[in-house]
């Protein structure tokens, strides 16, 4: 079982930043596939990227390529998404994930097998 608890959202002004990061407990947090999703109101749950356990592939939506980063601490079962050049279009609700280490499908958020409760950001214009 793995629990995840988000923190860092909040309300910041367009082309400004911010870091979401994702507590996990359990042991085995290392070897978890993290993800990063994010809903906005009356819109799908979308991905946003993701970084693997064991070598640390990195993956990207294409909406946030270039923006984005994932990065995670191991030792601190920490994944944070820093967030730059913050558009309107990013306000959602953003929720981390844990997937097994041998998900594939990394941008499908059934793939995962916990989530967080989520964190809201909001980007004024």
């Known amino acids: 079982q793995v629990q995840l608890v988000e923190s860092g959202g909040g309300l910041v002004q367009a082309g400004g930043s911010l870091r979401l990061s994702c507590a996990a407990s359990?042991?085995?947090?290392?070897?978890?596939?993290m993800g990063w999703f994010r809903q906005a109101p009356g819109k799908e749950r979308e991905f946003v990227g993701a970084?693997?356990?064991?070598?640390?592939?990195?993956y990207y939506a294409d909406a946030v390529k270039g923006r984005f980063t994932i990065s995670r601490d191991n030792a601190k079962n920490t994944v944070y998404l820093q967030m730059n050049s913050l558009k309107p279009e990013d306000t959602a609700v953003y929720y981390c994930?844990?997937?097994?280490?041998?998900?594939?499908?990394?941008?499908?958020?059934?793939?995962?097998?916990?989530w967080g409760q989520g964190t809201q950001v909001t980007v004024s214009s």
């Open positions: 994930a844990a997937g097994d280490p041998s998900t594939t499908l990394v941008v499908v958020a059934t793939h995962y097998d916990y």
């Open positions: 359990g042991r085995t947090f290392s070897s978890y596939v």
């Open positions: 970084i693997r356990g064991s070598g640390g592939r990195l």
